[in-house]
């Protein structure tokens, strides 16, 4: 019994002791594989070619495991395409996971291959079946490290000016370039109008490139290399577009003369747009020098008075501008009229109301105010003791007393409004409140001696109780009334072609110093030019409302355009003599050329767009010639505040001047 139990025992033991001493099996090593392979920030796969691979960016393999750093430097090999190796540098990071090769910079646009060859091994034994990885460089662009005119740097995305007008223009490429290239690809120009140039090679990466003629001045040039070059050298380029303007060309366009027959031209040849180009039955100004048959009530009030100067002046004899008054007058007479007041535009032939806009076929008060103090200062020239005059004295006082000012407050509120039409009613609205242009309205219908309104009137409605007020400083001139940096300088001009501002005040502003510093911040704003227009200085001055390069639009500090406007700066001259006289020399000499046409200057300019304006406007041209005969004589200054009502009226709303009696 025990015999039997003990022999199952033993075996069990002799064969758990043999099981110890024995062999264990034949094991298979375990695989090396890869994780990735980049060049730089391009991904390479077997199998295939990856393309625009970085010419100077090191090859990293990223494998799975750690490899042997000796085998790698054996098994891993950069060939070029004719199976050329190119000499590596191995460093190994990541526990030896990751193996990075540097290089020299590769040929552009060539193919290479990555060899991971099947003798590597892992650190601890394990094999690689090997893999081989092509890849094609990419072509570098061609690019420009720096372009110079007259050696200085510029950067041809900003706006480059104050160049000289005969310029030197270096340009310096990334890498070799032939000018005989470029010469294929290049365009020099200003505007439409090619210029001649010269291209010079340096050295093999730089090209200088000259006009073969003087530049003009103030004008914007181009220079230009296609990205079409690109189809020649074999390497992409982006292109060149390179603009700037050139600075002044100090030359006189017209022989020097005395400003005081430079003024008188002026005048002259501006009169010349009321007069040449008056309408041919109403003798009424034209809105624009386009406008046909219509013709401008506040324009042509501007125009009245420019007759006055034009008779002063001699331009034209006292019988010729007496009958023109009389043709205008008389028209006035028959013309479309709203509780006495015109529209702002007219059919210059049927005297029929034309609309402004859709709802602005009606009177245009403020319009009808201009034309008011036109035909007051008409009046006061003309003589009674001619018999002919006198005639017209008396159709001038009939108009002057059938205007309804009043009407336009609207049932009799403490406020003037601008439009009434019998088709809409007041419909649009608008309240005549300051400061604006507008001023002269108020003191028309304050001195209106059949329909005149309240002190109450001017004080609420135009000066809302004192909010016209400003009193801050810009460029430190102080602004006493108004929009911050003053609005448009019309707002300088209108009212003030006959209202004489010289110690003129009332509660809230003295008007000397209101119209001259409004003039001094606007010149000053186009001096400081924050917005980096081309041309603007002490000398090219004047933002108001005027034709621009977009359509029409009140120029001003605060919506500047680039869009210099000759009135501006003109109109300016009785508070700004000696600034005005710098911008008249400067457009007349240096501009007049592109500036100066049959009816003086033209509306407007933009030299940064390239841009003049072809028109005229009846409202620009009119304050030219009144605002220098005032500088000159006070000729409409004197006339229009000689008139009885207009001393009432201004008395009446709390003015007070020594020219006041």
Same mark, same amino acid.
């Given at each position: 019994?025990?015999?039997?139990?003990?022999?199952?025992?033993?075996?069990?033991?002799?064969?758990?002791?043999?099981?110890?001493?024995?062999?264990?099996?034949?094991?298979?090593?375990?695989?090396?594989?890869?994780?990735?392979?980049?060049?730089?920030?391009?991904?390479?796969?077997?199998?295939?070619?990856?393309?625009?691979?970085?010419?100077?960016?090191?090859?990293?393999?990223?494998?799975?495991?750690?490899?042997?750093?000796?085998?790698?430097?054996?098994?891993?090999?950069?060939?070029?395409?004719?199976?050329?190796?190119?000499?590596?540098?191995?460093?190994?990071?990541?526990?030896?996971?990751?193996?990075?090769?540097?290089?020299? %910079?590769?040929?552009?646009?060539?193919?290479?291959?990555?060899?991971?060859?099947?003798?590597?091994?892992?650190?601890?034994?394990?094999?690689?079946?090997?893999?081989?990885?092509?890849?094609?460089?990419?072509?570098?662009?061609?690019?420009?490290?720096?372009?110079?005119?007259?050696?200085?740097?510029?950067?041809?995305?900003?706006?480059?000016?104050?160049?000289?007008?005969?310029? %030197?223009?270096?340009?310096?490429?990334?890498? %070799?370039?032939?000018?005989?290239?470029?010469? &294929?690809?290049?365009?020099?120009?200003?505007?439409?109008?090619?210029?001649?140039?010269?291209?010079?090679?340096?050295?093999?990466?730089?090209?200088?490139?000259?006009?073969?003629?003087?530049?003009?001045?103030?004008?914007?040039?181009?220079?230009?290399?296609?990205?079409?070059?690109?189809?020649?050298?074999?390497?992409?380029?982006?292109?060149?577009?390179?603009?700037?303007?050139?600075?002044?060309?100090?030359?006189?366009?017209?022989?020097?003369?005395?400003?005081?027959?430079?003024?008188?031209?002026?005048?002259?040849?501006?009169?010349?747009?009321?007069?040449?180009?008056?309408?041919?039955?109403?003798?009424?100004?034209?809105?624009?020098?386009?406008?046909?048959?219509?013709?401008?009530?506040?324009?042509?009030?501007?125009?009245?008075?420019?007759?006055?100067?034009?008779?002063?002046?001699?331009?034209?004899?006292?019988?010729?501008?007496?009958?023109?008054?009389?043709?205008?007058?008389?028209?006035?007479?028959?013309?479309?009229?709203?509780?006495?007041?015109?529209?702002?535009? &007219?059919?210059?032939?049927?005297?029929?109301?034309?609309?402004?806009?859709?709802?602005?076929?009606?009177?245009?008060?403020?319009?009808?105010?201009?034309?008011?103090?036109?035909?007051?200062?008409?009046?006061?020239?003309?003589?009674?003791?001619?018999?002919?005059?006198?005639?017209?004295?008396?159709?001038?006082?009939?108009?002057?007393?059938?205007?309804?000012?009043?009407?336009?407050?609207?049932?009799? %509120?403490?406020?003037?409004?601008?439009?009434?039409?019998?088709?809409?009613?007041?419909?649009?609205?608008?309240?005549?409140?300051?400061?604006?242009?507008?001023?002269?309205?108020?003191?028309?219908?304050?001195?209106?001696?059949?329909?005149?309104?309240?002190?109450?009137?001017?004080?609420?409605?135009?000066?809302?109780?004192?909010?016209?007020?400003?009193?801050?400083?810009?460029?430190?001139?102080? &602004?006493?009334?108004?929009?911050?940096?003053?609005?448009?300088?019309?707002?300088?001009?209108?009212?003030?072609?006959?209202?004489?501002?010289?110690?003129?005040?009332?509660?809230?502003?003295?008007?000397?110093?209101?119209?001259?510093?409004?003039?001094?911040?606007?010149?000053?704003?186009?001096?400081?030019?924050?917005?980096?227009?081309?041309?603007?200085?002490?000398?090219?001055?004047?933002?108001?409302?005027?034709?621009?390069?977009?359509?029409?639009?009140?120029?001003?500090?605060?919506?500047?355009?680039?869009?210099?406007?000759?009135?501006?700066?003109?109109?300016?001259?009785?508070?700004?003599?000696?600034?005005?006289?710098?911008?008249?020399?400067?457009?007349?000499?240096?501009?007049?050329?592109?500036?100066?046409?049959?009816?003086?200057?033209?509306?407007?300019?933009?030299?940064?767009?390239?841009?003049?304006?072809?028109?005229?406007?009846?409202?620009?041209?009119?304050?030219?010639?009144?605002?220098?005969?005032?500088?000159?004589?006070?000729?409409?200054?004197?006339?229009?505040?000689?008139?009885?009502?207009?001393?009432?009226?201004?008395?009446?709303?709390?003015?007070?001047?020594?020219?006041?009696?």
């Amino acid at each position: 019994m025990r015999y039997s139990l003990l022999v199952p025992l033993f075996s069990m033991l002799l064969l758990a002791s043999c099981g110890k001493d024995d062999p264990e099996p034949d094991q298979t090593p375990e695989k090396l594989g890869i994780t990735y392979v980049y060049v730089g920030s391009t991904a390479l796969s077997a199998g295939g070619t990856s393309e625009n691979v970085a010419l100077n960016e090191p090859v990293e393999i990223k494998f799975d495991k750690a490899v042997n750093t000796a085998s790698a430097q054996q098994n891993i090999r950069l060939q070029d395409a004719n199976n050329q190796e190119v000499a590596v540098t191995f460093t190994f990071f990541s526990e030896n996971q990751l193996v990075k090769l540097t290089h020299d %910079q590769l040929a552009e646009g060539a193919m290479y291959t990555l060899k991971v060859l099947g003798g590597l091994k892992g650190e601890n034994n394990e094999t690689f079946d090997g893999q081989t990885f092509n890849f094609e460089t990419m072509i570098s662009p061609l690019f420009m490290e720096a372009v110079l005119i007259d050696d200085s740097s510029v950067n041809p995305l900003s706006r480059i000016q104050n160049i000289s007008r005969n310029p %030197q223009i270096t340009l310096q490429f990334s890498s %070799q370039v032939l000018k005989d290239d470029i010469a &294929l690809y290049s365009d020099f120009s200003s505007g439409t109008v090619a210029i001649d140039f010269s291209l010079n090679q340096v050295d093999e990466r730089t090209i200088s490139v000259s006009a073969n003629q003087t530049l003009a001045g103030l004008a914007k040039y181009r220079f230009t290399i296609s990205s079409n070059l690109e189809n020649r050298i074999g390497k992409p380029f982006a292109g060149l577009d390179l603009n700037f303007y050139t600075e002044v060309d100090p030359a006189p366009k017209f022989p020097l003369i005395s400003d005081d027959e430079l003024l008188t031209k002026v005048q002259e040849q501006t009169f010349r747009y009321f007069w040449d180009f008056g309408h041919p039955v109403s003798g009424l100004a034209r809105e624009r020098n386009t406008s046909g048959e219509t013709v401008t009530i506040g324009g042509s009030g501007f125009g009245v008075m420019a007759i006055l100067v034009g008779i002063e002046r001699g331009f034209i004899t006292r019988a010729e501008g007496v009958d023109r008054l009389k043709t205008m007058v008389d028209f006035l007479g028959k013309a479309d009229r709203f509780h006495g007041a015109w529209s702002h535009w &007219l059919n210059g032939s049927t005297g029929k109301a034309l609309p402004f806009s859709q709802k602005d076929n009606g009177g245009d008060l403020v319009e009808t105010s201009f034309m008011a103090a036109g035909l007051l200062a008409a009046r006061q020239y003309l003589n009674p003791a001619n018999t002919a005059e006198n005639l017209l004295i008396g159709k001038i006082d009939e108009l002057w007393k059938s205007i309804e000012w009043d009407w336009y407050t609207q049932g009799r %509120q403490n406020v003037l409004y601008w439009h009434w039409s019998p088709d809409y009613g007041w419909d649009m609205n608008m309240k005549i409140q300051g400061y604006n242009e507008a001023l002269i309205t108020y003191i028309m219908a304050a001195s209106s001696t059949t329909h005149s309104v309240s002190a109450d009137v001017y004080h609420q409605g135009w000066a809302r109780n004192g909010s016209i007020e400003n009193g801050k400083e810009f460029y430190g001139i102080r &602004l006493p009334v108004g929009y911050d940096y003053g609005g448009p300088l019309f707002f300088a001009h209108y009212s003030f072609l006959g209202i004489d501002p010289r110690d003129l005040s009332d509660q809230y502003a003295d008007y000397w110093e209101q119209n001259r510093n409004h003039s001094l911040i606007n010149r000053g704003y186009c001096i400081e030019n924050n917005q980096q227009y081309v041309g603007y200085s002490a000398e090219c001055w004047g933002l108001t409302a005027s034709d621009n390069h977009q359509g029409y639009s009140a120029h001003s500090p605060t919506n500047d355009l680039g869009v210099i406007t000759p009135t501006a700066a003109l109109s300016s001259m009785p508070f700004t003599p000696e600034e005005s006289l710098d911008a008249l020399r400067f457009f007349y000499y240096q501009l007049g050329d592109r500036l100066w046409g049959e009816y003086g200057f033209y509306d407007a300019f933009n030299l940064t767009e390239s841009w003049t304006a072809s028109s005229f406007l009846a409202i620009d041209q009119g304050p030219i010639v009144v605002m220098i005969e005032n500088y000159r004589s006070q000729l409409i200054w004197n006339l229009l505040m000689s008139h009885p009502d207009v001393q009432n009226g201004l008395k009446r709303l709390g003015f007070s001047s020594p020219h006041l009696k």
